[in-house]
């Protein structure tokens, strides 16, 4: 595998720590931040790395040589004057041939990029990105995607719109040799603003890849510091797919929002008022946060999967608005085994492995990020989320909340019973504090 690197920005916003040294070269844990990404890049495989150089060019050069220190083959494209993300990509058309990777060099990360590469080459894009959600989705630039993780629009900040999905970019992307004729030489461009606009609106073919990872920018002098701080408490490492992760899987109605029967309006969705809080102290604990919900609604055809994303985007904003709290992903099965409905979907009348209380939903977060299910755990208000609990062998906790467990579907006892959804959160929260 192949990757390049963009090392040539001369990082104003970070100086004067930049005015004799380039900002890819800045310290983190002691050594180059490209230090750490090449390292990185080696240890996932790739064996070939273009580095594009500008400003500071010279000690980038001398001191990483060809590569031989990091095991690696290292070529360097000179940039004369600063081209963007995109505009010195251009001088490597015809020395790459295959799909690669292309990297900011501000970014610390640690992802498992064979992963990455290999939903990359399943989906057949011209372009994939690396996504999260984020704290600050208000003043990121957003990215919607459909459900099969194509990207289908991006909102430049700021935005002017209510509520839009927490997807932001990671700055990390692989990339088909396609690219190269989209390109202009020798002109100034950003992928994010001009290129992947510009392909959209012709038609091409982008995904995104989901993550939770860790993937931090470090381009002004507060985010240096914070990228030292993740560095130095090794939150990189435990954000990796190396290690099985431990996730709170919530339920949606009755748990994270108001009980609304057949919930199919953006404008009926309310959050309950401890939501925001509970969600932000599941992100700080360190598990992931995975919405899993049953949404017959579609099968019923009382909204569709665009108008259900609507529904979704909202209840995100929501929960960034208050709290800066985010969702690290949100499955949901579409289906109900029964028919007899008025004007009902018969594409998703039929029995599946994905509705509650069958574990396909969980199954499928494990699979995307590597969840250790034996330090995991299920919330909600019904015996159904209880008996899908089990089934996967988490840990329960009913909440006092929606239906209270009333709906007697199941004879199953929770591991434990809660007030609501942020005293569970504050538990688990409590317990992860004491196991380190």
Same mark, same amino acid.
């Given at each position: ?13 970070? #100086? ?7 900002? *890819?070269? &800045?310290?983190? $844990?002691?050594?180059?931040? +490209?230090?750490?990404? /090449? ?116 909102? #430049? ?7 839009? *999905?927490? &997807?932001?970019? $990671?700055?990390?992307?692989? +990339?088909?040799?396609? /690219? ?127 108008? &259900? ?128």
């Amino acid at each position: 595998m192949k990757a390049v690197i963009l090392a040539g920005g001369r990082g104003t916003r970070l #100086a004067p720590l930049t005015d004799k040294i380039p900002k *890819p070269m &800045l310290p983190v $844990g002691g050594k180059p931040i +490209l230090q750490h990404q /090449i390292e990185c890049l080696q240890r996932y495989g790739v064996n070939e790395v273009f580095l594009t150089v500008g400003y500071g060019a010279d000690a980038i050069r001398d001191f990483f040589g060809n590569g031989e220190k990091c095991a690696i083959k290292i070529h360097y494209v000179q940039e004369e004057i600063p081209l963007g993300t995109a505009g010195g990509l251009k001088e490597l058309e015809g020395r790459i041939a295959e799909d690669f990777f292309l990297i900011y060099g501000d970014l610390l990360f640690d992802v498992h990029l064979p992963d990455f590469y290999a939903f990359h080459l399943q989906k057949k894009g011209i372009a994939t990105l690396f996504v999260h959600p984020n704290d600050h989705p208000r003043d990121s630039d957003l990215l919607a995607i459909d459900i099969d993780r194509q990207l289908t629009a991006i909102f #430049a900040k700021p935005h002017g719109r209510a509520y839009l *999905p927490n &997807l932001s970019n $990671g700055a990390l992307y692989v +990339l088909s040799p396609d /690219i190269f004729q989209y390109l202009p030489a020798s002109r100034k461009v950003d992928f994010m603003h001009d290129i992947f606009p510009e392909l959209l609106r012709g038609g091409q073919r982008l995904y995104a890849y989901k993550s939770a990872e860790y993937v931090k920018d470090m381009g002004t002098r507060e985010r240096l510091a914070k990228v030292n701080r993740d560095y130095d408490s090794g939150k990189p490492a435990r954000l990796s797919k190396r290690a099985g992760r431990p996730a709170v899987f919530l339920d949606r109605d009755g748990t994270l929002i108001e009980e609304v029967d057949l919930l199919h309006k953006a404008e009926d969705l309310c959050l309950f008022p401890f939501a925001a809080e509970a969600v932000k102290k599941i992100n700080e604990s360190g598990l992931l946060a995975i919405l899993v919900t049953n949404q017959s609604v579609i099968a019923r055809n009382l909204c569709s999967t665009e108008q &259900l994303q609507v529904i979704h985007n909202k209840m995100e904003s929501l929960l960034a608005a208050e709290q800066g709290a985010f969702l690290d992903d949100i499955l949901y099965c579409p289906h109900h085994p029964h028919g007899g409905f008025p004007e009902e979907n018969p594409a998703y009348k039929r029995q599946c492995s994905c509705r509650k209380p069958a574990i396909g939903l969980i199954e499928k977060a494990v699979a995307l990020y590597n969840i250790d299910l034996s330090s995991s755990w299920m919330i909600g208000d019904t015996t159904v989320d209880i008996q899908t609990g089990k089934n996967a062998g988490l840990r329960t906790i009913l909440v006092q909340t929606g239906q209270r467990g009333q709906d007697k579907r199941y004879a199953v006892e929770p591991d434990f019973v809660f007030k609501n959804l942020l005293s569970s959160a504050e538990y688990i929260y409590n317990e992860q504090e004491l196991a380190k």
